[in-house]
């Protein structure tokens, strides 16, 4: 199996499975002498842990990283600096129950890769998805945490703004608000929770499943990151936010909605700003203009499908040809859009550090 590997000079490569020992990813052509700490990455990775509320799937894992290779420890014993040399990160699995699959090991689940997995390998694992389980985004996000650290002044947030027919108020978007511990949906909008939580808890009790939207922003992005043709930017950001379990579609900006715009009430307009800069009056371009970054906010907005495990059974077939009907018990998530919101983060991060990277090495800087 091949393609495990995203980025050019900022390149990740993940490894692992959902019910193996463990997963990890290994990060190469971070620069040296970047500063990080153990604490950095958990904190990343505990706000994308399994079984934080009854809204996610309640798999108890710790999800405790250890960081093999790539550094030198300081005196302090606690500030880890990057050496040039490729970061091992790994990430041990604890609670796995691979009975819970042993009714679906010979059945293709609808909505899942079971059949285009088996179709293209001749064998797929049937314990969690294995290699394609939403397990395997453990490593992205650690490894976003790193890529945070390339882009000086970057800061890369990310919101859940929709989930099945409920969405935020914009109005009451606060960012302060996402992680605050009565929050399980990383939504800005406080009124929205017990809207959320009413009806997922519906969705929940009913053994279904329901979708989400994510938006992610990136401040701090410097103009000139990307290229007009085959690096586009936004290219580059779709394409990692598609490699997102469970995500059919993507937009920047404004996305789908400049469609439904004139020219005029598209086109972000422009007026020279007191620091002897450009400002623009207006982000619709989402940060981004011919393939290159603008210095304004980069906004990606993807749309997670509904979670294909549920209690509902449904029609398909077995490897042996023989219709079934198909009922996925075990521990998952009622809205996969959840636990996607630091995945997101991770993504851009690892996107706007590669560009910022391959900017660098050819412009210079």
Partial sequence: MSHNTFGHLFRVTTWGESHGPALGCVIDGCP????FTLADIQHELDRRRPGK???VTQRREPDRVKVLSGFVPADDGETLTTTGTPISLMIENVDQRSKDYGEIARQFRPGHADYSYFAKYGLRDHRGGGRSSARETAARVAAGAIARKVVPGLTVRGALVAMGE???ERANWDWDFIDDQDNPFFTPDPASVSVFSDYLDAIRK???SVGAVVEIVAEGVP?????????KLDQDIAS???SINAVKGVEIGNGFEAARLTGEENADEMRMGNDGRPQFLSNHAGGVLGGISTGEPVVARFAVKPTSSILTPRRSVDIDGRDVDVITKGRHDPCVGIRAVPIGEAMLACVIADHYLRHRGQIGG
């Fill in 32 to 35: 040296p002498g970047i500063a």
């Fill in 53 to 55: 509320s009854r809204f």
């Fill in 166 to 168: 409920k969405e935020i």
């Fill in 206 to 208: 009913a053994g279904s």
């Fill in 223 to 231: 103009a000139g990151l990307g290229a007009p043709i085959y690096a």
């Fill in 240 to 242: 990692a936010m598609m």
